[in-house]
């Protein structure tokens, strides 16, 4: 049986298929499991929408609690780092993780980039030891054939490998950049661009974005599910 973790993080309720103001990344993220489950109907799927449950931001008393040996961590720390393993637990747990990135302000939504520092963690998802000259950090998922899909959407147009302003997205770069610290380094990504131009361009570009999710949810389910029989 497969595991797909299906993030969610724009700020928009709803899909932009069936409402005015809906979410084109919560279209292609739908879209990807929806084709995923026509191929591979017994998947299981854990569905976490950080957009409109955010989880908690790094604080102090986080870094205190995840630096602290496990054995030495007063009851405290361990609540405090309570939602954090619940993230990491679902990631362990996922062959495939579908997540849904909007571009805003040309990086990832603070959503997000709240669930990335409660998953980059010291101990469970990377190791660090300073004693190990030039190499004091590793991925602790490395290995384990795990596979990111980034589902993402832009209001201008351009942002793609060599296009006029690639310069400017730090939302696929930032998330892989992120998923490969820990060891998850196979990555695929699909866009939808012209959001406010909400002209044929943009009907174009998501037709385009639907039929490249369709070809990458077939692929990939095949592949994964020849490793996982």
Not at 107 to 117: L, N, R, S, T, V
Not at 151 to 163: E, V
Request: aromatic share 8%; hydrophobic share 45%.
């Amino acid at each position: 049986m497969t595991r797909l973790l299906h993030l969610d993080s724009s700020a928009r309720p709803g899909s932009s298929d069936t409402a005015r103001h809906g979410s084109h990344t919560r279209r292609l993220s739908a879209r990807f499991v929806a084709r995923w489950r026509e191929r591979d109907p017994n998947a299981h799927v854990i569905y976490r929408d950080i957009g409109a449950e955010p989880p908690s931001p790094v604080d102090g008393r986080w870094v205190h609690a995840a630096f602290t040996p496990p054995a030495q961590r007063e009851p405290w720390m361990h609540d405090r780092l309570a939602q954090s393993d619940a993230l990491i637990d679902e990631l362990l747990a996922a062959d495939v993780i579908v997540a849904g990135v909007p571009m805003y302000n040309f990086g990832m939504p603070a959503q997000f980039k709240a669930y990335i520092d409660n998953i980059v963690r010291v101990g469970r998802t990377f190791g660090f030891d300073r004693s190990r000259a030039g190499a004091p950090y590793w991925p602790l998922l490395a290995g384990m054939n795990k596979r990111l899909v980034i589902l993402s959407s832009r209001c201008d147009f351009g942002y793609g490998p060599g296009q006029r302003i690639a310069h400017m997205n730090h939302v696929e770069g930032g998330v892989a950049t992120a998923f490969g610290y820990i060891g998850i380094t196979d990555v695929a990504s699909v866009a939808i661009e012209y959001d406010e131009f909400a002209d044929d361009r943009l009907r174009a570009s998501i037709a385009s974005a639907e039929a490249d999710v369709d070809a990458l949810a077939a692929s990939m389910a095949t592949g994964v599910a020849a490793e996982v029989a």
